[in-house]
């Protein structure tokens, strides 16, 4: 079991700090009612396929989750739990799970989970027709798997992977009808059909989708605070893109809630009596711009250091964020389990110390515009970003070209053709790029940084700052297959906060706000977004 | 047209064209100065427009996007009045051949709204001011190209091009000398009037996030963020869209006067 | 006789541009570099694996000489296939046609909208000397507004402010109220002040004159007489307006999160999803044809003298 104490304790502190407070404040009675509609005001990032193996939008958990529960549950604390699996056990050389399945359980369309289905799903996930963007490369060690009895199913890997059973709790992994995957695949994208608690209705694309109660539901995840059918007879997800627009929905009741809270609406939220306010952070890589390693100038860590320290990263999150984001600590947020306490407050803001790494890497000379030069080059990166790069990335890419520029380093940020974009990612011709990855395990670190994931023609990888360092290889491979991966992640935490491969900015949270007649919202911590089993109306 | 209006837009137009040549006479402010600390800020004497989300001067940036959004419509029509007017000098004085496949395609050109069509030229090119600019002017090509060979199909047939023929004047000449000048100038007139709602398609691109890009300033990027944050900052979502606005009102009223005026002349 | 032939070669014309604009996508498709894998599969939060690139590669590849796709290429448009989305791995007619009605329903709305305030205004104004200068001034204050502009200001004094109409699509006749607003105010300032222009035209022919002469009212000479012969301007704009509308739908459905065409080719722009931007076009192409082949015959209709020159 991968499980981390401390982090657990954090992530488990921090979600049910926020979590009980839609469950006791406000409203009339504490009773669950059951019926109702509840309407959630969700982003823009509508997936554009419903097939929870189909998608990697940051909304696919939230709208497939609904529909297709999971192998396991990833709880609060860090550990797993059963779910559709009563129980599992995993080999010596950690190459072999064997998975019990819970009974009883059926999909919307009569078929029955067993030892089959759960196959049937590892096939469709890994079958290139399905064109997973994210499912297939998550359980990429899968080999095959032998059904031993009508609920028992024996997983073979191609090598150890700890981190299988973690990121089986995502809704990007839900399961799905054996008996549509096998008649018809090409319908799950528009209408899938899964067990879970509510039944797929309608798809209005560019509005909204809609669910009707599973009145045969009865296998809900252990930790949930009920058994049998959802309380809310239907849900509609509307996706409102517009961060005011959805900010106004909230407030004028035309929806009960909304999800991604504009940061600036948060105290308006959080001072209005008749809303409630709940987050998370989501456990993976903090949002950050990682730094091309492979090429001048960023393949000098004394000029990567001192980007990293030139830059007043409190400064920049507390006004892009009206105070509301946390500053990243290291290289995975606090709420990922295997997270390295230790090692908070590493990072400082010193310009001199930042001018004084450039001189020690030999950018001393200064040109008329007061940018550096060696050898008669100038010291520039350049930052290719796409045309609808988002509107709160470009502050921090435009605050820290300001804080580049005072140390002497010009960072130009380019905005050239898609085309021309995709190509330079390929080739690695830039020297900065940003984004952050969200999974609820530090094996984060090794798709992100491990040389394997650097991307190459045949193969796209996520290893964007393209580091290359042995040490940090050995401990990420090792770390996959160690009984207890704490110390290792604990030192190639430790080992990046040497190479700074990024600028880390902040912990992205996912910030829910509602009305308070909407009683015991959650989230499903694996990916956190919001969870509507448990949830009822007070009205 | 009310001639203190009509003077009026011409004052707020060459206001315009000073503000894109030299910022600096209007504000003593850096557009790109950004202020982690005063980001948001109401009007106050120190920012007379108020901060935006990075904390700069939205009236530096006001100032200093004149030049970017100017050129959008400017450039714009530059574009379509030159291959438009090569194309339309074309059809005019060209065969019947010539003339046949240059306004078939300008058809096929028409057909397409002038915003669908430079959101095509951006799928392929990409974003960016200049590929805005070719964008635009391309979407307008084919009206140009139509309205200048309408203009020379009507000189080449009046009598005094006709007299210069008779008198043996080489044909490069006559069209140098006579049919160009005189095409050109009400094209001329009608593409002042143009340039408005090129700017306006053009800060329509910024705004959907596919023009000038930032950090520079441009108009319609500024209210593409600005829109994001118009529970707190009024100012930043006001002063951009007065600015686009006013431009194009002062364009329109001196295009406007400027074919009455020559309207009353040669009719 | 006439008429038959007249409406025949318009037809033909029609199919002509309809051919130049599926032969102009074709070009766009052909020489766009570049793999799709990465429009498919790519993205940031996603890590396709090599044998899912791979598949998409084999299935939208395209490996034939080019001759033979253009004839493939024509040959599925002229059956109505506009090929597959890479971005929502459906057909495109599929794609556009469940978005069709929301952006349908919102043009209609607004060009009603917008004719309405246009005809009223030049009716009431056009000839009358004190309210000819305020009309005109605010015929070119709305003419000059942007579209996006106008929208933020209605979103935040109607739905943010004064909490009259939601801010958001897909609730009913009122969510439709401020959308048609926006993308209807500056094409009424430009058919507004066309309209006034043609009208005091017309108000000086003499049947005009003679028509008061006859002792009929000011009233009754302006719709009966005078309205009929000042439409044809208007008529004549139907490109402009055409082309305003599907314009302003894009801007307009991004900015009040309606569902529709618009909204679907600005995301198909920024996600590269050629197949998508590109049916839109066409589709828009068609749409231009057939409302200018209409119109061609509501010539017809309006000004007989047309038909004898037909």
């Not at chain 1, 609820?440 to 940084?449: C, F, G, H, K, P």
């Not at chain 1, 308070?516 to 969870?531: C, H």
């Not at chain 2, 091009?161 to 006579?178: D, K, S, W």
């Amino acid at each position: 079991m991968t499980k981390t104490p401390l982090a657990a304790l954090a992530l488990a502190l921090l979600l049910a700090g926020c979590g009980s407070a839609a469950g006791s404040s406000g409203g009339t009675t504490n009773t669950p009612k059951s019926g109702g509609t509840l309407i959630l005001g969700e982003n823009g990032q509508e997936p554009p396929c419903l097939d929870p193996h189909g998608n990697a939008s940051s909304d696919g958990p939230v709208t497939t989750v609904p529909v297709a529960d999971s192998l396991v549950w990833f709880d609060v604390d860090g550990t797993i739990q059963p779910w559709l699996a009563d129980s599992w056990a995993i080999s010596d050389d950690g190459l072999t799970y064997t998975f019990k399945l819970r009974q009883g359980v059926k999909f919307h369309d009569g078929a029955v989970w067993n030892a089959e289905a759960l196959k049937t799903n590892f096939e469709h996930m890994r079958d290139p027709a399905t064109k997973s963007p994210l499912a297939a490369s998550y359980i990429a060690p899968y080999k095959d798997a032998k059904v031993v009895d009508e609920h028992t199913l024996e997983v073979h890997l191609s090598s150890p992977y700890r981190p299988f059973l973690d990121v089986l709790a995502q809704g990007y992994l839900g399961m799905i009808s054996p008996k549509q995957i096998k008649e018809s695949p090409q319908t799950i994208c528009e209408h899938p059909i899964g067990s879970g608690p509510f039944v797929f209705d309608k798809w209005t694309k560019g509005q909204s989708v809609t669910y009707r109660r599973n009145p045969d539901y009865n296998w809900g995840p252990k930790s949930a605070k009920h058994t049998g059918p959802a309380y809310l007879e239907r849900l509609e997800i509307r996706f409102l893109a517009e961060d005011a627009t959805r900010y106004n929905a909230l407030a004028a009741g035309e929806v009960h809630a909304i999800d991604f809270t504009p940061p600036q609406n948060v105290e308006d939220v959080k001072a209005n009596p008749d809303l409630g306010f709940l987050t998370a952070i989501r456990p993976g890589h903090p949002m950050s711009f990682w730094l091309n390693t492979s090429r001048p100038p960023f393949d000098d860590v004394r000029v990567r250091r001192a980007l990293l320290a030139a830059v007043d990263r409190d400064s920049i999150i507390k006004g892009i964020s009206f105070g509301q984001y946390q500053v990243a600590q290291g290289f995975v947020t606090t709420s990922t389990p295997g997270y390295a306490q230790g090692l908070s407050g590493t990072v400082r803001h010193d310009e001199a110390l930042a001018n004084k790494l450039l001189d020690e890497a030999g950018w001393t000379a200064r040109d008329k515009d007061g940018v550096r030069l060696k050898d008669g080059k100038r010291l520039t990166a350049y930052f290719p970003i796409a045309a609808n790069f988002p509107a709160q990335r470009m502050q921090i890419a435009v605050q820290t070209q300001a804080a580049a520029r005072k140390i002497g380093l010009d960072i130009q940020i380019q905005t050239p053709p898609e085309q021309e974009l995709t190509d330079r990612s390929v080739k690695g011709d830039y020297d900065l790029t940003s984004g952050l990855w969200a999974t609820n395990t530090a094996d984060v670190l090794w798709i992100q940084y491990s040389s394997k994931n650097i991307t190459t023609p045949e193969r796209r990888g996520q290893n964007v700052a393209r580091l290359e360092d042995a040490k940090l290889d050995d401990l990420l491979e090792e770390a996959r297959s160690a009984q207890d991966p704490t110390e290792l992640y604990n030192q190639a935490q430790a080992r990046l906060l040497e190479l700074v491969p990024a600028i880390p900015f902040y912990d992205d949270p996912r910030p829910v706000a509602y009305h308070k007649k909407v009683r015991d919202l959650a989230f499903t911590p694996a990916y956190p977004s919001p969870y509507f089993y448990d949830t009822w109306l007070d009205e | 047209m009310n001639r203190i209006g009509v003077w009026l837009a011409a004052a707020v137009l060459a206001v315009l064209v000073l503000a894109a040549l030299a910022p600096g006479l209007f504000t003593g402010q850096d557009p790109l100065a950004v202020d982690s600390g005063a980001t948001l800020r109401p009007p106050s004497a120190a920012h007379l427009l108020g901060t935006d989300e990075n904390g700069r001067d939205v009236l530096a940036r006001i100032v200093h996007g004149t030049r970017a959004s100017l050129l959008l419509g400017f450039g714009a029509i530059a574009v379509a009045l030159v291959f438009g007017g090569l194309l339309g000098l074309a059809a005019g004085l060209g065969n019947r051949l010539v003339e046949n496949v240059i306004m078939r395609l300008s058809d096929v050109g028409m057909a397409f709204p002038e915003l669908l069509l430079a959101l095509v030229v951006i799928t392929v090119a990409g974003g960016g001011t200049a590929n805005a600019i070719l964008a635009i002017g391309v979407a307008n090509i084919p009206s140009y190209a139509r309205l200048v060979r309408a203009q020379t199909l009507a000189i080449r047939r009046a009598s005094y091009v006709e007299a210069a023929y008779a008198l043996g004047l080489p044909g490069p000449r006559v069209i140098l000398r006579h049919v160009l000048p005189n095409a050109v100038k009400p094209v001329l007139i009608l593409a002042t009037i143009g340039v408005g709602t090129a700017l306006v398609a053009g800060s329509a691109l910024s705004f959907l996030g596919l023009g000038t890009p930032p950090p520079e300033p441009e108009w319609g990027s500024m209210l593409s963020t600005a829109r994001n944050f118009i529970s707190r900052a009024w100012w930043y979502g006001l002063f951009p869209g007065l600015a686009i606005t006013l431009t194009v009102i002062s364009v329109t009223v001196v295009g406007r006067a400027l074919r009455l005026r020559s309207e009353g002349r040669t009719g | 006789m006439k008429t038959l032939t007249f409406i025949g070669w318009r037809l033909l014309a029609g199919v002509g541009v309809l051919w130049g604009a599926a032969t102009l996508t074709f070009l766009v498709v052909h020489f766009t570099p570049g793999d799709p894998a990465e429009a498919v599969v790519g993205g940031e939060g996603a890590a396709p694996t090599p044998e899912v690139l791979a598949q998409v590669r084999a299935e939208y590849g395209l490996d034939r000489p080019w001759y033979e796709q253009y004839a493939a290429h024509l040959w599925r448009i002229a059956h109505g296939d506009f090929g597959t989305s890479y971005r929502l791995h459906t057909p495109v007619t599929r794609a556009i046609g469940e978005q069709a009605a929301a952006t349908v329903e919102l043009a209609v709305a607004a060009a009603v909208t917008g004719l309405i305030l246009a005809i009223a205004v030049a009716l009431a104004t056009a000839g009358r000397r004190r309210w000819r200068g305020p009309a005109s001034a605010v015929e070119l204050v709305a003419a000059s507004t942007p579209t996006f502009w106008l929208g933020i200001v209605l979103l935040t004094v109607f739905s943010f402010g004064l909490r009259l109409l939601p801010s958001t699509g897909g609730q009913g006749v009122a969510s439709l109220v401020l959308p048609a607003l926006c993308l209807a105010l500056p094409i009424a300032g430009v058919l507004g002040h066309v309209l006034r222009e043609a009208l005091e035209e017309v108000l000086d022919e003499p049947f005009i004159v003679s028509a008061r002469a006859r002792g009929l009212g000011d009233t009754a000479v302006r719709l009966r007489h005078a309205l009929r012969h000042a439409l044809t301007p208007l008529v004549t704009m139907t490109g402009f307006w055409v082309g305003a509308l599907l314009g302003g739908a894009v801007v307009t459905e991004t900015l009040f999160t309606r569902q529709g065409v618009g909204r679907l080719l600005v995301s198909a722009v920024n996600a590269k999803d050629l197949p998508v931007v590109l049916g839109v076009v066409l589709l828009s192409a068609l749409v231009y044809v057939l409302v200018n082949l209409l119109v061609d015959l509501l010539y017809l209709v309006i000004d007989p003298r047309l038909k004898e020159a037909a």
